[in-house]
């Protein structure tokens, strides 16, 4: 036999089975032709189908190095290194083989799903678009394309390469079955719905289908839901994301022991599954067995435990020199030594148990307010468990106090249940929950628990009293009177006040006669027009540049009066999912693999920008809540009418609004809600408003303080005849310094952090420049104007800067030793921006190439970055902002975004982060190293 005939010889045995023989055959032609790349090539196959993939690569190998052009040797190795995990080399010699015989469809293939495994995406589609042009039948391609289009979110394009894979294959259950999960993405679920009853029709037997089928049914039919989850799990018994499913939808519908049980059989049948054992935990928190949770929660994180030992890190340095002075560092300092122990403990000794209060009382108190169960039965513990709960318990209390000083009082309420859960006799507990309920004007409820906290311990002076006043406003004259007698009683015997309660002061009585304003205007203009004030108290500025928006966008203020739209509807304001969405829709962000986005839309947002003017209000009034603190800053400002109106256009307030949004109530603003303002202070002069939400910050100082000073300037107005400028406050060094740099003299500066309630004989207030936190096109050229001038000539600065959040107190970077190790390997030089001079900073970021920074402040002076800058934000999972895309789209600067780590134990993340705003970033290094190469940066 000749050298070709052993080598068909070889492969026909190969094919068969026939190992041996097959491996004799080929033996034999390399004797003859010791010299033969295919040869060596069959060999390799061989060894491989043997199980030994070490001496199939050396017989690859081999066959290249006799032949280096051999795109057969090439395309074998590449299998072989992808089958196992070798992506990088797979995808090398994959190119290798199509660089010689560049119309290989399988090939082709092959590399598309290298790439996907790389998290390549865009590799992958244009590798799989290759292999369907050479081959429109493949029908591997078009699956894998479609699943590829899903993940980078092309979710239209997704749909209709799923329908070209079924009209190849009618029966194609698998295209089917994600063609309707794209559909329920897109909130089409009767689409779906049709296409798992189609598939369904196709294949009854495939318990995926009916899971799936029960994920759209959910929402609207929780009961068919559950009949196609429990078919799923009938089909497939083994099936754990049904029976975790199942579990959800018993969550859902309150049936919490149910879905415990649901989420132990998933966790039974997969013991690293995260989501199972954190809603197992959630569930048993509900049920009021707190311990049993915190089991949970604890092989929760150990199964992922990046994420939170990084945050203990970070815990431990800031217990050093560290003093809790309000109330958000007490929650934090107590989640860390929640977490802490939480993380240690594991089980051995059993220590207590927390006890019920059990009287009649807590009927009364259970008919009021929906507390579940108390009773926690503590399992045995190496670290104590009754410990555990403790700080778990000291931080739902700090966290109730936190919100009850922001004003959130339905949260408080939820905070202060949850501890009393752990801590039944915590009297202190029930005197903060009975404030809180009394905020809410829930006053049946505030005197059962007022009472049942006299039930655990009767020598309660302040209990006492609240109670008192509470009868008193219920017109229970003679139970007050006893109330108040005791009260007398209690203080003659010497009975004070706990010192931790000393603090917290609640009145029901106004200090102040000034009532909350009687009714909203929109516009300022039609409050000037109907108190026919002459036309000069409103300067409306037009900007010379066109200022595009979609046709359905086209009044912003039209919804505004529509009570049908606002009567149902709510917004979460600037963390609201639905408006971040669309917003990122705006963006067109494209996945370029391993986490790595692009913004690829450079035409403007499709909204109208708000009108630009100067009103002036002859005894206008203005109320700026101060910053008490790092996280109690100015959340709300209302400008008042001297016949008590807030004119809505120049008054804001927290949650916010992002542009666009259409569920925005103005009518809904905190003004309303404050049973009595700050001392308010007359001033006979002229006074120019420019604080603004959150203005002791640098990004909203710079965006939304400063513009304000271009419309008086826009306006006409003489800066020498105004006798003073009201900001938020002067404590920073960049305030002064850019109020300087823009003519506002310091003298002439009034800082509403000091005098929060002002009424003066002319109150002039510029509009806002633009949206909170996205300033108009007109504002960043202002800004560019007026500060890119400080700029000095021929001073060198690095191209490429890391932007450092190490001195700041929420969104951190976890692991930013990390990251700046990895960065400065690419030439990058870490800053610190707040320990720069302003002009320093603004220089830095003029000269810089490449930015990298986490979302914050410490993007803002992008403003002054020059067109075709680089700048790559670091976000959170759970929160990926918006703002700094707006300046970059404005400036044309490529912007690209890397989302950091997930931790998934949502009710322990919810305990580290009150908001998704404040969430750390762990980033994965892994993918930052991708990032540098995919940018450009290596």
């Known amino acids: 036999m000749t050298t070709e005939e052993y080598i068909r010889q070889a492969q026909v045995d190969l094919k068969r089975g026939k190992l041996t023989e097959a491996l004799d055959c080929c033996q034999r032609a390399i004797e003859l032709q010791p010299f033969s790349p295919r040869a060596y090539t069959t060999l390799g196959e061989i060894l491989e189908a043997s199980g030994d993939p070490t001496a199939a690569r050396d017989a690859f190998v081999k066959a290249l190095e006799i032949s280096p052009n051999f795109f057969w040797a090439h395309a074998f190795l590449g299998q072989l290194y992808s089958e196992y995990c070798w992506l990088d080399e797979a995808a090398f010699h994959y190119g290798q083989a199509l660089g010689f015989k560049p119309d290989w469809p399988e090939v082709h293939y092959n590399l598309g799903n290298v790439f996907h495994k790389q998290g390549n995406l865009l590799g992958a589609i244009e590798c799989y678009r290759k292999a369907i042009a050479q081959k429109p039948d493949y029908l591997l391609a078009f699956y894998n394309l479609a699943v590829v289009l899903e993940e980078n979110n092309q979710l239209e394009a997704a749909i209709e390469t799923y329908r070209q894979a079924i009209a190849q294959k009618p029966d194609y259950v698998e295209a089917y079955s994600n063609w309707g999960a794209i559909l329920l993405a ?53 099936m754990v994301l049904a029976h975790y499913n199942l579990g959800k939808a018993w969550q859902i519908q309150g049936q919490h022991s149910a879905a415990v049980a649901c989420f132990d059989r998933a966790i039974e049948l997969n013991p690293d599954h995260i989501s199972g054992c954190t809603d197992a935990g959630f569930s048993l928190m509900v049920l009021g067995k707190i311990a049993e949770a915190m089991a949970y929660f604890e092989r929760a994180i150990a199964l992922k435990p990046d994420f939170v030992e990084a945050y203990c ?8 020199g560290a003093v809790d002075d309000d109330e958000l560092s007490r929650a934090i300092a107590a989640c860390d030594r929640f977490l802490t122990a939480l993380m240690g403990s594991s089980a051995t000794t059993n220590v207590r148990d927390v006890t019920d209060v059990t009287d009649g009382m807590k009927r009364e108190v259970l008919k009021q307010l929906p507390m579940p169960d108390v009773r926690c039965a503590m399992p045995d513990a190496q670290f104590p468990i009754a410990e555990i709960c403790d700080y778990l318990a000291e931080t739902y209390l700090h966290l109730g106090n936190t919100l009850t000083e922001y004003g959130g009082y339905e949260s408080a309420v939820a905070y202060y249940q949850k501890a009393l859960q752990i801590q039944p006799k915590n009297t202190e507990l029930y005197w903060r929950l009975g404030n809180c309920l009394v905020k809410q004007k829930r006053l049946n409820a505030a005197v059962a628990v007022y009472r049942m906290a006299l039930t655990v311990q009767p020598a309660l002076p302040q209990v006492n009293f609240e109670l008192a006043k509470l009868l008193e406003k219920q017109g229970n004259w003679q139970r007050a009177i006893d109330y ?36 909203i205007y929109l516009s300022s203009w039609d409050w000037l027009v109907n108190a026919q004030l002459d036309a000069k108290n409103y300067v409306e500025i037009v900007w010379q540049y066109p200022v595009k928006a979609s046709a359905e966008n086209t009044s912003h203020s039209k919804f505004l009066l529509s009570n049908s739209q606002l009567e149902n509807s709510e917004c979460g304001g600037l963390t609201c999912g639905l408006c971040l969405h669309r917003i990122s829709k705006w963006f067109d962000p494209v996945h370029l693999g391993w986490g790595v986005c692009r913004l690829s839309n450079s035409q403007p947002i499709p909204v109208e920008e708000p009108k630009s ?63 009595s303002f700050p001392p308010l202070k007359q001033i006979d002069g002229s006074v120019a408003v420019l604080s603004g939400l959150s203005g002791n910050v640098y990004f909203h100082w710079m ?22 400028f009201v900001v938020n406050s002067c404590h920073h060094e960049f305030q002064r310094e850019s109020l300087r740099i823009l003519g506002i003299p310091e003298e002439k500066v009034l800082e509403s952090d000091r005098l929060p309630h002002i009424q003066a004989t002319e109150l002039i207030v510029p509009a806002f420049a633009g949206y909170l936190g996205w300033p108009s096109g007109w504002a960043i050229d202002f800004l560019r104007r ?43 030089v870490s800053i610190l921006p707040e320990s720069m001079s302003l002009a320093e ?14 979302h914050g402040s410490g993007l803002t002076n992008t403003l002054f970055s020059r067109q075709g800058t680089k700048v790559i934000e670091l976000v959170s999972p759970h929160y990926i902002g918006h703002y700094y895309w ?11 975004f890397l989302a950091g780590e997930a931790f998934e134990c949502y009710p322990i993340r919810q305990l580290m982060y009150q908001n998704s705003l404040t969430e750390d970033i762990l980033v994965n290094i892994s993918s930052l190293k991708k990032m540098v190469e995919v940018v450009g940066l290596g």
């Open 703 to 724: 965006v939304d303080v400063l513009p304000r000073i271009e419309l008086l300037r826009q306006s006409g107005r003489d800066f020498a005849e105004i006798d003073w």
């Open 313 to 320: 890190r970070w815990g431990e340095r800031r217990r050093v």
């Open 886 to 896: 707006g300046i970059s789209q404005y400036l044309k600067l490529e912007h690209y």
């Open 841 to 854: 900073q603004i220089a830095h970021f003029y000269h810089a190439e490449v930015i990298v920074a986490a």
């Open 186 to 238: 897109l909130d089409r679920p009767e689409s779906a719905i049709e296409v798992y009853q189609a598939a369904i029709e196709i294949d009854p037997d495939w318990a995926t289908l009916h899971n799936n089928l029960g994920q759209v049914l959910l929402e609207k039919s929780p009961e068919k839901a559950i009949a196609s989850y429990r078919r799923a799990i009938e089909l497939e018994p083994e």
């Open 613 to 675: 003017f100067v009103a002036t209000i002859p005894n206008g009034r203005v109320w700026i809540v101060p910053q008490q603190n790092y996280w109690l800053i100015c959340n709300a400002i209302a400008v008042i009418t001297p016949d008590n109106y807030l004119l809505a256009d120049v008054s804001r307030d927290y949650p916010g609004l992002l542009p666009g949004c259409e569920k925005h109530d103005l009518r809904k603003h905190s003004v309303f809600n404050l049973e």
């Open 786 to 828: 007026e500060f890119l001038k400080l700029i000095i000539p021929g001073s060198s600065y690095p191209k490429r800067i890391y932007i450092s959040r190490s001195k700041a107190r929420y969104r951190r970077v976890l692991n930013e030793e990390d990251v700046v190790e990895v960065l400065q390997q690419s030439g990058f």
């Open 484 to 519: 108040y007698q005791q009260v007398l009683e209690l203080q003659f015997h010497g009975y004070g006040e706990p010192k931790q309660w000393e603090k917290s002061t609640f009145s029901l009585s106004d200090s102040n006669s000034i009532k909350p304003p009687s009714g």
